[in-house]
Each structure stands twice: as C-alpha cells, then as structure tokens.
C-alpha cells in the first residue's frame, strides 16, 4: 500500500514541470468527477482537490444517455465522425445493424453541437448538489481549468482573465447559468456592478481625461449622483467647479432623442469617467431643451 504511494507521488511529481504547458483530461459524461484515469489526474487526488465537470447527459434522454455510456469524449468524437452519410442515403436490408450505429453517430454528434459551452443544466444541477458547502474545487469547461468554491449554497468561479487584471474588486463571478449570463462579486461575495469598478479604477487615477477642459460637447460620461451611477453625456461647463450634463433617463431607448436626457448640474468631481459605449444616435444640438454652451442656472433635484 505505501510502496503504491509512494509510486504514485513520485509519477505526479515527475509531472509537475509539465504542467506549466497544460493538463490534457477526457471527460466522461455521466457525473460531475467523471474523467478517464490519467498519471495527471492523480496530481488532484494527492493534493486531495476534486477535479469536477457540469458537461453531462441528462439521464431522462434515456436513448442517449445509454448511447453515451461510460464513453470518453475521445470515443464519442470517434464515434460522432465513423458514419458520416446519413441514414437516408444508406443501402442497408431491414435490420441492418448499421442504420442503429449511423442513428447513433447523428444523436452523439448533435449532443456535442449543443453542448459546446462544456456544460449542460443537468451538469450544473449536479454540481450544486454534489460540490459540498466550502469545498474548493478545481473546474474543468471549454477545455480550461479554474478555481470553483460553493459559498452560502451558490457556486462561484475566480476570475482569472487578464482582461480584469487592473479591476481589484472583480474576484469571484456566479456560476449560476450555463450561457454566460453572470452576476460579479468582491472578495467577501458581496455583488459588483461595472459601474462599482469603473469608480474605483478611476478614483486614484490623476488622468488630463477627467478635466472637463479637455471635454467636447456630447463626450459620454459616467455621473455619480445620490449614490448610484448614471450614464450621461457632457453637455457644458459652468464654472471651475460645475458641469451640466444629461442624464439617460431609465426610459429611454435607442435611437436617443432630446426627451431621453435629463439636465443636471453636477460637482466635476461627481463624473467620474468618459469610459463607456457611447449611445446609438445621440442628438447634435440639444438635450432636454438646453441650448448649446448655455449655462443657464438649474437646481440639482
């Protein structure tokens, strides 16, 4: 027993450099620690890490789900590609073994088709039935590896992409949705906004593009007002201190007219940046009945 022990950590250390390139595995698909046994699959059992995936059949497809089996994805590719023509276009006598196999072939082909995310619903069922609360996992989907922890019954995966590499406060991302539909939250799991991060990548940063003087009429802005953040456009300045802006109303749809804005008057230091998409066909002389340049005195409500 010790001396397989002992075998086994010296194969997953003998393995360790190569890690640096990747991980291949070989998904099988009826639960979420369904892989087929490699030397570097034993990496997670020493390190006593579950490797988990959500790409599973739903047992209700009977057909399918005995079609699969314990098959690896390597089988189910090989199988998917055996019988390329259709049924229809087969010469076969009634009976013949070959109509099930092509059949077959068609149905592992349109589950894979389907299923390109690397995961169904009955997979993510069955990850939070399965991953333990607290548990840290490591999560195999679209052929990459990634931290996954279950915190007050919810799973949630880390955010590694280097997209989000200069937004500190973007650490975990929900996995509640197998199409990419996701909720963001910090350290401590509360949500974030994007417009939480723009702010606070903003707040510290000392940019001549947060100088109104460096603005031109109808720039899009991002407004902190009463707490939350809007999503604008510069209309004027009104003095060393102040700036007017219009407000995109809640209402307002594509293409925005002069009625989807709503003038304020604002500190320059509640806009924090001009960072985001700019709107669909925005008006070129007026928001809100406010002329070009005009300063007119309004009170901030």
């Not at 390329?84 to 072939?105: F, L």
């Not at 069955?126 to 679209?142: D, G, I, S, T, W």
């Not at 919810?154 to 509640?176: R, S």
Request: net charge negative; hydrophobic share 40%; charged share 25%.
């Amino acid at each position: 027993m010790r001396s397989n022990q002992e075998k086994i950590i010296g194969d997953v250390i003998s393995i360790l450099p190569s890690l640096t390139r990747g991980l291949d595995v070989n998904v099988k698909f009826r639960h979420i620690k369904d892989f087929e046994f490699t030397p570097e699959c034993a990496v997670f059992d020493v390190v006593d890490i579950d490797l988990v995936h959500g790409w599973l059949v739903d047992p209700q497809n009977k057909e399918l789900a005995k079609v699969i089996g314990d098959k690896s994805y390597n089988q189910l590719v090989e199988l998917a590609i055996s019988m390329q023509t259709p049924v229809s276009k087969r010469k076969t006598s009634i009976g013949d073994p070959r109509d099930d196999s092509a059949r077959h072939a068609q149905m592992v082909r349109a589950f894979l088709n389907r299923t390109q995310s690397q995961m169904t619903y009955h997979g993510l069922m069955e990850m939070y039935a399965n991953v333990k609360e607290r548990q840290l996992c490591v999560l195999f989907r679209n052929n990459h590896f990634s931290v996954l922890f279950k915190n007050d019954s919810k799973l949630y995966t880390l955010m590694t992409d280097a997209g989000y590499l200069d937004v500190p406060d973007l650490v975990w991302e929900e996995l509640a949705e197998i199409d990419g539909d996701s909720n963001f939250c910090n350290a401590d799991f509360c949500p974030v906004t994007m417009a939480d991060t723009e702010s606070d990548s903003w707040e510290d940063d000392i940019n001549p593009a947060r100088d109104p003087r460096t603005w031109d009429y109808m720039d899009p802005v991002s407004v902190k007002y009463a707490g939350e953040f809007m999503r604008g456009v510069f209309l004027h300045r009104i003095d060393q201190w102040s700036v007017g802006v219009g407000l995109l109303k809640d209402t307002a749809r594509p293409p925005y007219g002069d009625n989807d804005y709503q003038y304020r008057e604002v500190h320059q230091s509640d806009v924090i940046s001009r960072e985001i998409v700019t709107p669909v066909g925005l008006p070129e002389a007026m928001v809100l009945g406010v002329p070009v340049g005009q300063a007119t005195t309004h009170t901030l409500v």
